[in-house]
């Protein structure tokens, strides 16, 4: 089992910025990717940033220029930093990591959410 701890959310004016953390712990052996989504209430669901192991980003259009994904491989750690916050981007975020132990494939894990608000 893999376990995700995030930290970062909050409350923030437009225009304000937040950085988001998660940590992956637990039967690792290796990560291919992690990531964040966002679910906004009455919505699905949805991919706001990803990072690979090797460095590779990929984002959502409408944080593109506005958000950057981040990772520390040696601490199984992602960051997303949050600038120039809308309050269309108010949602619960999620983090998501993609790892396998020594004896199972490749499976998705999520953290329990993190509260998002922009608002003035």
């Known amino acids: 089992q893999v376990q995700l701890v995030e930290s970062g959310g909050g409350l923030v004016q437009p225009g304000g910025s937040l950085r988001l953390s998660c940590a992956a712990s637990?039967?690792?052996?290796?990560?291919?990717?992690m990531g964040w989504y966002r679910q906004a209430p009455g919505k699905q669901r949805e991919l706001v940033a990803a990072?690979?192991?090797?460095?590779?980003?990929n984002y959502a259009d409408s944080v593109k220029g506005r958000f950057t994904i981040s990772r520390v491989n040696a601490k199984n750690t992602v960051y997303l930093q949050m600038n120039s916050l809308k309050p269309e981007d108010t949602a619960v975020y999620y983090c998501?990591?993609?790892?396998?132990?020594?004896?199972?494939?490749?499976?998705?894990?999520w953290g329990q959410g993190t509260q998002v608000t922009v608002s003035s």
């Open positions: 990072i690979t192991s090797a460095g590779s980003t």
């Open positions: 998501n990591c993609n790892s396998r132990s020594y004896n199972t494939p490749f499976k998705d894990y």
């Open positions: 637990g039967s690792i052996f290796s990560i291919r990717a």
